[in-house]
Nanobody, 127 residues
Framework: QLQIVESGGGLVQTGGSLRLSCAAS????????IGWFRQAPGKEREGVSC????????NYADSVKGRFTISKDNAKNTVYLQMNSLKAEDTAVYYC????????????????????WGQGTQVTVSS
């Protein structure tokens, strides 16, 4: 059974850091594109960062470029999102999602392209 579990969210002060983890079970991440998305209250879900199945390509929303880093550990079947210099506007529920792909070097960040989603983890940045 395919399962995706996010962890690592919490409460942090402005300027602080968090590392989110997305652990996959029941399948291997090889052959899947992976993305991190977030949804704040009253807002649409948006793409934060995505990585190709090969790990060779990454994509970032303009609002997080230079502050967030996505990475993939094939041995642990886990994807991470390192978030530094957090701002109040980063407050949201963060979701990990995967999509089976045939193109190993494409990092698409449109949430409509993703098939399997985790339950989300809350990130709150206090000012």
């Amino acid at each position: 059974q395919l399962q995706i579990v996010e962890s690592g969210g919490g409460l942090v002060q402005t300027g602080g850091s968090l590392r989110l983890s997305c652990a996959a079970s029941g399948f291997t991440l090889d052959g899947y594109g992976i993305g991190w998305f977030r949804q704040a209250p009253g807002k649409e879900r948006e793409g934060v960062s995505c990585i190709s199945s090969s790990g060779s390509r990454t994509n970032y929303a303009d609002s997080v470029k230079g502050r967030f880093t996505i990475s993939k550990d094939n041995a642990k079947n886990t994807v991470y999102l390192q978030m530094n210099s957090l701002k109040a506007e980063d407050t949201a529920v963060y979701y990990c999602a995967v999509r089976p792909v045939l193109e190993p070097h494409v990092a698409a960040c449109d949430p409509r392209a993703y098939d399997y989603w985790g339950q989300g983890t809350q990130v709150t940045v206090s000012s």
